[in-house]
């Protein structure tokens, strides 16, 4: 994170000896792009002040857009384009930072193939979404709704099962018991279920919506095809 521990090599600052994977490739002839959350600028030196030693254009991104910090509201966020504060006063109100961040970078892949066709480049996507806030679309929480009304004992039983059948985990792995410290979903009372149910459903809604905006840069990807040639 972006505070200091206390202990050796935690002071909370990337040092200069230390050079990112955005540096690395940039030296090695790629393009260099940050989409999203960026969490390893120091809280004394996230403002439009800086310094900006550690924020992605100085640490070797060519391109950064996104917002500074841990967390964020993903219907009205505070993003930066390359150190400047982006003015989102005209957003649509169906605004979602996922998708915002898909559609800056799938611009970004276009204007840089358009100017060299030949340049690899590198992405580092770092989305806010299973963060605090959880928020999704409305449509998309509505797709779960009732999906986890029987209660996380069960779900987690489901998706161990699940987990084996597609060979996720081998077949003798043994369920770990539920830790104490969650109480058992028979002794929550009948409101406590339902918020829980609908904590769950967004929380499933936005990592879905999540994944489907990503499976739009593979599908850009794929029709312009330069899929088989991109990890």
Same mark, same amino acid.
């Given at each position: 994170?972006?505070?200091?521990?206390?202990?050796?090599?935690?002071?909370?600052?990337?040092?200069?000896?230390?050079?990112?994977?955005?540096?690395?490739?940039?030296?090695?002839?790629?393009?260099?792009?940050?989409?999203?959350?960026?969490?390893?600028?120091?809280?004394?030196?996230?403002?439009?002040?800086?310094?900006?030693? $550690?924020?992605?254009?100085?640490?070797?991104?060519?391109?950064?857009?996104?917002?500074?910090?841990?967390?964020?509201?993903?219907?009205?966020?505070?993003?930066?384009?390359?150190?400047?504060?982006?003015?989102?006063?005209?957003?649509?109100?169906?605004?979602?930072?996922?998708?915002?961040?898909?559609?800056?970078?799938?611009?970004?892949?276009?204007?840089?193939?358009?100017?060299?066709?030949?340049?690899?480049?590198?992405?580092?996507?770092?989305?806010?979404?299973?963060?605090?806030?959880?928020?999704?679309?409305?449509?998309?929480?509505?797709?779960?709704?009732?999906?986890?009304?029987?209660?996380?004992?069960?779900?987690?039983?489901?998706?161990?099962?699940?987990?084996?059948?597609?060979?996720?985990?081998?077949?003798?792995?043994?369920?770990?018991?539920?830790?104490?410290?969650?109480?058992?979903?028979?002794? $929550?009372?009948?409101?406590?279920?339902?918020?829980?149910?609908?904590?769950?459903?967004?929380?499933?809604?936005?990592?879905?919506?999540?994944?489907?905006?990503?499976?739009?840069?593979?599908?850009? $990807?794929?029709?312009?095809?330069? $899929?088989?040639?991109?990890?």
């Amino acid at each position: 994170g972006e505070l200091s521990m206390g202990f050796p090599g935690y002071t909370g600052d990337i040092p200069r000896s230390a050079a990112s994977i955005g540096k690395v490739l940039r030296y090695n002839g790629y393009n260099t792009a940050w989409f999203g959350k960026e969490h390893n600028v120091p809280h004394d030196q996230a403002s439009p002040a800086g310094p900006f030693d $550690l924020w992605p254009n100085a640490m070797g991104f060519d391109y950064f857009y996104g917002f500074v910090g841990g967390a964020i509201n993903q219907f009205g966020p505070e993003l930066y384009r390359n150190g400047v504060h982006v003015d989102l006063s005209g957003k649509p109100d169906d605004y979602i930072l996922d998708r915002d961040l898909i559609d800056n970078a799938i611009n970004w892949i276009h204007t840089q193939k358009a100017a060299a066709p030949d340049k690899p480049f590198f992405i580092y996507f770092a989305t806010g979404t299973a963060h605090s806030p959880h928020q999704a679309p409305a449509d998309w929480i509505a797709r779960f709704t009732g999906r986890f009304d029987q209660g996380w004992d069960v779900v987690r039983e489901q998706i161990f099962a699940r987990q084996k059948a597609m060979g996720i985990i081998p077949a003798d792995a043994r369920l770990t018991p539920r830790p104490p410290q969650l109480p058992a979903w028979s002794s $929550l009372t009948p409101d406590q279920r339902r918020v829980a149910a609908r904590m769950m459903e967004v929380y499933a809604a936005q990592l879905a919506h999540s994944d489907y905006q990503i499976g739009r840069v593979i599908d850009e $990807l794929r029709r312009t095809g330069a $899929l088989d040639k991109t990890l």
